[in-house]
C-alpha cells in the first residue's frame, strides 16, 4: 500500500539554526500539507501546496517557514530560524484530486534546543 | 473558519465495553468530516469518513460513526472496544470544493482500553 515517508523521524537543533523537513507523498497525488503537534495539543495546520504553489496557509505559517517541491517526488518544510516553540511532531499529509481525504505520515519529532 | 471540538479527553474502559466519542463542528454549509487514529509511535490513519448520503458510516476495525447534522455532531462508536484500540482519535472536518482542502483537527481523546 503507498504510503507518504518522512525523513528524519526525529532532529535535534540549535535555537536559530535552520531545519529541514522532508517528505515523500503518495505518487500520484496531487495536494500536499504540513501540520504539527505540539505535544499534548491538538493537530494544527501549517500549510497546503498545489500545483507548485502555496494554495492556503495558517497565521503559523510566518515568514521563518517555507515549502518546496524540489522535484517530482519530495515535498520540504523549511524553517529558518527554529525557536525554542518550534519543538513540535510535524507531520506531512497528502491527497488526491478525487477525495478529500489526506494520508499521513509517520511525523518528524523537531527538539529545539 | 470551521471549528471541531472534542469533549473527552482522555476515556478508560475495560475490554469487551462500547464506545462512543463525542465530536461537534461548528460551521454553517457543508463539511466532510473524517476520524484518525493514532496509535502510539505511529502515523495518523484515517479510521472512517463521511461526505453525503448514508449518515451512518462504518469504517476499519469495526468503527462506526453517526452524522446528525441538526446537532452538528459525528460521533465515534464501537460496539466492544479491545485492547489493541489504545491510541489517541481524532475527529477532523474540511471543506468540500475548498482549493486548499485542509483539515481542522478536534484536539483528541486518548482512549486506554484494559485487558
Known amino acids: 500500500e503507498p504510503e507518504v515517508t518522512q525523513t528524519p523521524s526525529h532532529q535535534v537543533t540549535q535555537m536559530g539554526q535552520e531545519v529541514i523537513l522532508r517528505c515523500v507523498p503518495i505518487s500520484n497525488h496531487l495536494y500536499f500539507y504540513w501540520y504539527r503537534q505540539i505535544l499534548g495539543q491538538k493537530v494544527e495546520f501549517l500549510v497546503s501546496f498545489y500545483n507548485n504553489e502555496i494554495s492556503e496557509k495558517s497565521e503559523i505559517f510566518d515568514d521563518q517557514f517555507s515549502v518546496e517541491r524540489p522535484d517530482g517526488s519530495n515535498f520540504t518544510l523549511k524553517i529558518r530560524s527554529t525557536k525554542l516553540e518550534d519543538s513540535a511532531m510535524y507531520f506531512c499529509?497528502?491527497?488526491?484530486?478525487?477525495?478529500?481525504?489526506?494520508?499521513f505520515g509517520q511525523g518528524t519529532r523537531l527538539t529545539v534546543v | 473558519a470551521q471549528s471541531v471540538s472534542q469533549h473527552n479527553h482522555h476515556v478508560i474502559l475495560s475490554e469487551a465495553a462500547s464506545l462512543e466519542l463525542g465530536c461537534n463542528y461548528s460551521y454553517g454549509g457543508t463539511v466532510n468530516l473524517f476520524w484518525y487514529v493514532q496509535y502510539p509511535g505511529q502515523h495518523l490513519q484515517l479510521l472512517l469518513k463521511y461526505f453525503s448520503g448514508d449518515p451512518l458510516v462504518k469504517g476499519i476495525k469495526g468503527f462506526e460513526a453517526e452524522f446528525i447534522k441538526s446537532k452538528f455532531s459525528f460521533n465515534l462508536r464501537k460496539p466492544s472496544v479491545q485492547w489493541s484500540d489504545t491510541a489517541e482519535y481524532f475527529c477532523a472536518v474540511n471543506v468540500p470544493w475548498s482549493s486548499a482542502r485542509q483539515l481542522t483537527f478536534g484536539s483528541g481523546t486518548q482512549l486506554t482500553v484494559l485487558p
Open positions: 499529509a497528502s491527497s488526491d484530486g478525487t477525495f478529500p481525504e489526506a494520508f
